[in-house]
């Protein structure tokens, strides 16, 4: 092997860095001598070096551009001359692995804690209710269901009855709102008033979900456990991507829902919480969002590699100037960049203790 391979763009996982590994030098034979295990200060050396596995100072790539890496430049298993379908696979390894993790872990889930079995119901489940919130104030108890918001039932179920009562409290600050509640067997009305949050919108401090109950079936057989994994592993792959498409369909009202690092790990401490069998179905999701994420042929991504792939192919093998790739490549990242900054700050603004505060 010669050469170094690890991906820049995998956040510093092993994990991550090994799926270029196995599908670069060990299924192309593309070369590579030092395995990059995450991102570490300084610069572009080897801290050891043990049976060519080496932990390098800062993210390397493969060594097509390093000149100090012995390599000729015409060599042919360098990634940038290999043939088409080595570069495919080799780019789409990452996506390939996290689908398969999110396959793994509900082939544990549905193993260990069975399937889950999901009985929706009309209306939206209040699950937490914060101390002197509005909610708290006006009436509102955990484990209240609402039924109706100003008058508007709430029939369908999942999540847009949800995000019917979001977008209602959210545009009514300071304005009285009449919800429609059933408390055990018992159905009253309430009227609350949101306050007003820092950025306008109004807010009432309480935890809403779907109103649905689960249960978990657990296989007979090794028949019925592949039949429930395929199952579940499709179910979600519909849902990640019809959100997908709703958000790109709809971007100027589903813009505000968009999550960065901050509110996931928010959501899976949240999940953890409440249900730590939830956990296999959250780990299972997050992988399965990255490889459609990581598709999308955008610069910086693995589909914006992917796709210029594709547009070289479709010139009949002749590539783009490399001026211009770097270029594309360049502008993509400090997109991410910023972008990934934006839903940062925005999340830790969301974030409870932090609205509290402002």
């Not at 100003?150 to 009449?178: R, W």
């Not at 408390?183 to 950025?199: A, E, N, Q």
Request: charged residues 20%; hydrophobic residues 45%; neutral net charge.
């Amino acid at each position: 092997m010669k050469g170094r391979l690890s991906s820049g763009a995998s956040g510093g996982t092993p994990l991550e860095d090994y799926r270029y590994y196995a599908g670069g030098d060990q299924l192309c034979k593309i070369k590579a001598n030092q395995l990059g295990l995450g991102f570490k200060s300084g610069l572009n050396e080897p801290i050891r070096d043990h049976k060519g596995l080496h932990k390098l100072k800062s993210p390397k790539g493969f060594p097509d551009n390093d000149p100090n890496s012995g390599i000729p430049l015409d060599d042919k298993n360098l990634l940038k001359n290999r043939p088409i379908w080595d570069r495919v696979v080799v780019v789409s390894a990452g996506i390939v692995a996290n689908v398969i993790f999110a396959y793994a872990i509900i082939f544990a889930q549905v193993v260990v804690v069975g399937l889950p079995v999901q009985e929706a119901f009309p209306g939206v489940l209040v699950p937490d209710v914060k101390s002197s919130s509005a909610g708290s104030r006006d009436g509102l108890l955990p484990g209240d269901v609402i039924l109706a918001v100003d008058g508007s039932e709430l029939s369908s179920y999942g999540s847009d009855s949800v995000s019917k009562v979001v977008d209602v409290v959210k545009s009514n600050p300071n304005h009285s709102v009449l919800l429609r509640v059933q408390r055990g067997k018992d159905g009253f009305d309430i009227m609350i008033t949101p306050d007003k949050s820092f950025d306008g919108t109004g807010r009432i401090g309480v935890q809403l979900s779907p109103n649905v109950r689960f249960s978990k079936v657990k296989p007979k057989n090794v028949t019925e456990t592949f039949s429930f994994v395929g199952r579940e592993f499709f179910g979600l792959s519909y849902n990640v991507l019809d959100s997908l498409k709703k958000t790109f369909l709809n971007f100027s009202q589903t813009a505000s829902q968009v999550a960065g690092p901050v509110a996931i790990i928010a959501v899976g401490a949240e999940v953890a919480k409440s249900n730590a069998d939830g956990l296999y179905q959250f780990a299972a999701l997050l992988n399965l969002n990255l490889a459609v994420i990581n598709l999308l042929p955008l610069p910086a991504l693995d589909g914006g590699t992917l796709a210029l792939i594709l547009l070289e192919a479709v010139r009949g093998g002749r590539k783009l100037p490399l001026e211009v790739e770097q270029g594309i490549m360049s502008s993509g990242i400090l997109l991410v960049i910023f972008l990934g900054l934006f839903l940062i700050v925005k999340d830790t603004l969301n974030l409870d203790f932090i609205r509290e505060i402002l």
